[in-house]
C-alpha cells in the first residue's frame, strides 16, 4: 500500500482527540494558498512569502504547493544544494520539506519548480492564517525585464481527521524592473545600447550614459556586462 503525508497525518489525528471540529460538513470556501510578490535586479535575489487564508473553517494541519519557476528566475540553494527556504518559525511543525521538481533534476538546467509541504506537529492545532514559509529565488543575469509569474500548481490541504480540503492558489509575481544595458530605462535593450556600452567600455564615452550597465558597481563596463546586455537586446522582446 503507498503512504502518502496525507495518510501519515490521518494516521496522527487519529490517536489525538478531534472534539468541536466539525468533520464531513459541506465547504463553501478553499483553504487558499497565496504566493507573494517582490522585486529583484538581474543577478540578484527576492524573498518570495507564501502565506495560508484558510476559508473553510474547518482548520488546516498540513498543506503542499509547487510554485512553477519562470524563465531566468531560479530557487535560491543552501551550501548543501537544497532550496533555501524556511518555515514559518511560530509554527509547531514537522520539518519541513523542500524539493525541486521534477525528482532528479539538475539545479541549473531542468528544475521547473518548486515544493513545499507542512504539516503540524500536533495534528488538533490548525495552521493559523498568514506566513507559511519563505524561499529565496534568484534573478539570473540574463532575465527579461517586465513581470514573471510565479505560478502556484498543485495546492493541497488537510484536516486534523487527515481529510482532504478543498484548496486553491494564488499566483506571485517577480517583477525585474530594468537590464544591465537599459540606458534609458524603457523596459527594454536595444542593439544602439550595446554600442553605447561598447563605447563606454573602450573610454570613449562616461558611464554616465548608460549607468545600468555597470552590473557590479565597480566603475567600469567590462566584457562579460557587455555580453548580457547583448544577450538581452537579442533575445527579450
Known amino acids: ?3 502518502t503525508w496525507f495518510s501519515l497525518i490521518g494516521l496522527l489525528a487519529l490517536s489525538r482527540s478531534v472534539a468541536g471540529l466539525q468533520v464531513g460538513t459541506p465547504h463553501t470556501s478553499t483553504a487558499e494558498i497565496i504566493v507573494g510578490s517582490a522585486v529583484a535586479g538581474p543577478d540578484r535575489t527576492a524573498t518570495i512569502a507564501v502565506s495560508l487564508r484558510d476559508g473553510t473553517g474547518q482548520g488546516v494541519v498540513g498543506m503542499q504547493n509547487d510554485i512553477i519557476l519562470p524563465l531566468g528566475v531560479r530557487a535560491a540553494l543552501r551550501a548543501n544544494g537544497r532550496p533555501d527556504c ?28 518548486l515544493r513545499g509541504i507542512l504539516f503540524a506537529a500536533d495534528s488538533t492545532e490548525p495552521f493559523p492564517n498568514g506566513l507559511l514559509y519563505q524561499c529565496r529565488m534568484l534573478v539570473l543575469d540574463n532575465a527579461c525585464p517586465g513581470t514573471h509569474r510565479l505560478a502556484c500548481a ?12 478543498p484548496a486553491s492558489c494564488v499566483d506571485g509575481e517577480l517583477l525585474v524592473p530594468t537590464g544591465p544595458g537599459d540606458c534609458d530605462v524603457d ?3 536595444t542593439i544602439d545600447e550595446v554600442l553605447s556600452g561598447v563605447a563606454i567600455a573602450l573610454g570613449e564615452s562616461s558611464l554616465a550614459n548608460c549607468e545600468t550597465l555597470d552590473v557590479t558597481g565597480d566603475g567600469a563596463v567590462t566584457i562579460e556586462e557587455l555580453v548580457i546586455a547583448r544577450n538581452l537586446a537579442l533575445h527579450c522582446p
Open 1 to 3: 500500500m503507498r503512504v
Open 86 to 113: 524556511m518555515r514559518n518559525p511560530d509554527f509547531n511543525v514537522v520539518p519541513a520539506s523542500f524539493t525541486l521538481r521534477p525528482v532528479g533534476c539538475t539545479p541549473s538546467i531542468d528544475c521547473g519548480s
Open 154 to 165: 498543485e495546492p493541497s490541504a488537510v484536516h486534523p481527521t487527515g481529510l482532504r480540503l
Open 187 to 189: 523596459g527594454h535593450v
